[in-house]
């Protein structure tokens, strides 16, 4: 089945720019997604590309996707304290019926 | 437009209990998700319900089993707990009409099983 795999911990200071990374195993997938969780919430769909485009920007957002490496990255312009979260990349499978998420990235960020 | 909601928000049982845990999609969506999230994991696919058949399922036993009803809103029905399901439940809603079939997510909610 797929896989997708994230760092477990990104910290930067509040202003500077912020990646997080994925990566993930099933090429045939249309869309890609990043899901932000805050503590005790559920999951916020913050973006998504289409599997055709190498990046999409959406205000402070910015997504590059990779096909040929299989390599899915979240850039946060300007961080700010109130994107501290947890951020997940998830792959739908081929039915498109089922999401596989990553194990989800802590993004801490310091005043 | 409403959102996902769930109910209920949190929910303590004990071992070889049942539980139902009930979800409301969003306005418009056929379609309704189950993912269980333990601490500190990303989500795991359940069930998928669409037009009140269930349309995929991951790798969780028979105990765990699922309903939709005609207004699309669902329920995860788990039998038999087990002090490894305590975890956050996720309910997500799309519409598998549009090509995208993006979910959205309701709050979850968070099942102790003591």
């Known amino acids: 089945g797929e896989d997708v795999e994230q760092s477990l911990f990104l910290s930067v200071r509040e202003g500077d720019s912020s990646v997080i990374n994925c990566t993930y195993t099933?090429?045939?997938?249309?869309?890609l997604y990043w899901y932000k969780q805050e503590p005790g919430a559920g999951l916020q769909l913050l973006t998504y590309i289409f599997s055709n485009m190498d990046m999409k920007q959406d205000q402070r957002l910015t997504v590059l996707l990779n096909k040929k490496d299989k390599h899915l990255s979240l850039r946060i312009a300007d961080t700010q304290t109130g994107d501290s979260a947890i951020y997940f990349c998830a792959v739908p499978n081929n039915a498109g019926n089922m999401l596989t998420f990553g194990g989800g990235t802590r993004l801490m960020v310091k005043p | 437009e409403t959102g996902v909601t769930q109910s209920p928000t949190h929910l303590i049982k004990t071992r070889g209990q049942q539980v139902t845990l009930r979800c409301s999609s969003q306005s418009g969506h056929n379609t309704v998700s189950w993912y269980q999230q333990a601490l500190g994991q990303g989500p795991q696919f359940i069930f998928q319900?669409?037009?009140?058949?269930?349309?995929g399922r991951g790798n969780f036993p028979p105990r765990f089993s699922g309903l939709q009803f005609p207004n699309y809103s669902s329920e995860l029905n788990v039998n038999a707990l087990e002090l490894d399901d305590s975890a956050l439940y996720l309910c997500?809603?799309?519409?598998?009409?549009?090509?995208?079939?993006?979910?959205?997510f309701g709050p979850g909610t968070r099942l102790t099983v003591l």
């Open positions: 099933d090429s045939s997938s249309t869309y």
């Open positions: 319900y669409y037009r009140e058949e269930e349309n």
């Open positions: 997500a809603s799309s519409d598998s009409g549009l090509t995208t079939d993006t979910q959205y």
